[in-house]
Structure formats: structure tokens, C-alpha cells
């Protein structure tokens, strides 16, 4: 089992900086790779960035070039780093860890953090 926390949520205004963390904990040598992905209101959950153990990274062409998802093995853990940030971006926003055995994959999920854009 994989155990994610999300930290870093909140209210910020058009054009703001935030970053998320997640933590992740348990048997994290058996995580491939691990992302951020969100939910809007009425809107299904969507992928926004992913990273792999070899550093490999994957944008949603929405937030390419205003996101960056980062890895620190040293300590467990993703930041998803949000700049220019718009309304749009408003979401809880869930860390993901990727367990990938043969042809069969198995998603860990965390609660989730609130990001709301507004002025």
C-alpha cells in the first residue's frame, strides 16, 4: 500500500504562485510514476502533470509552461509548482502514485488539496 498526504492548497488571485506537495509513504519502491491530477465542479477528474522515477514528465497542454511537477526522492515526495494561475485552474487538485505490474496498473490517490483562482 501507498499512503499520499497533499499540502499547499488555497486561495490565490489571477495571476498568483502556488505550490502543492504530497508526501508519499508506505511501499513507495514499488511506485512508477506519480502525477497531479484535478477535478472541477461538474467536470471529470483530468490529468495534470505526471513524472516518472527517471525524471520523465508530462504536461496537460493547459498548464505547459506555467506548471512544473518536480520529484525529490530523498524525502517521498511531488511538488507541482502553479504560476500565472487562473480561474480556470480553480480544482482539488489529488496526487496520484502509479504502481505498473506487467499490463495491469494500480492508482493510489490522495484526498485531496482545494486550489480556488479568484480576486
Known amino acids: 500500500q501507498v499512503q499520499l498526504v497533499e499540502s499547499g492548497g488555497g486561495l490565490v488571485q489571477p495571476g498568483g504562485f502556488l505550490t502543492l506537495s504530497c508526501a508519499a509513504s508506505?511501499?513507495?519502491?514499488?511506485?512508477?510514476?506519480m502525477g497531479w491530477y484535478r477535478q472541477a465542479p461538474g467536470k471529470q477528474r483530468e490529468l495534470v502533470a505526471s513524472i516518472t522515477g527517471g525524471g520523465v514528465t508530462n504536461y496537460a497542454d493547459t498548464v505547459k509552461g506555467r506548471f512544473t511537477i518536480s520529484r525529490v526522492n530523498a524525502n517521498n515526495t511531488v511538488y507541482l509548482q502553479m504560476s500565472n494561475l487562473k480561474p480556470e485552474d480553480t480544482a482539488v487538485y489529488y496526487c496520484?502514485?502509479?504502481?505498473?505490474?506487467?499490463?495491469?496498473?494500480?492508482?493510489?490517490w490522495g484526498r485531496g488539496t482545494q486550489v480556488t483562482v479568484s480576486s
Open positions: 496520484n502514485a502509479r504502481r505498473v505490474l506487467g499490463p495491469a496498473k494500480i492508482d493510489y
Open positions: 508506505g511501499s513507495i519502491f514499488s511506485i512508477n510514476a
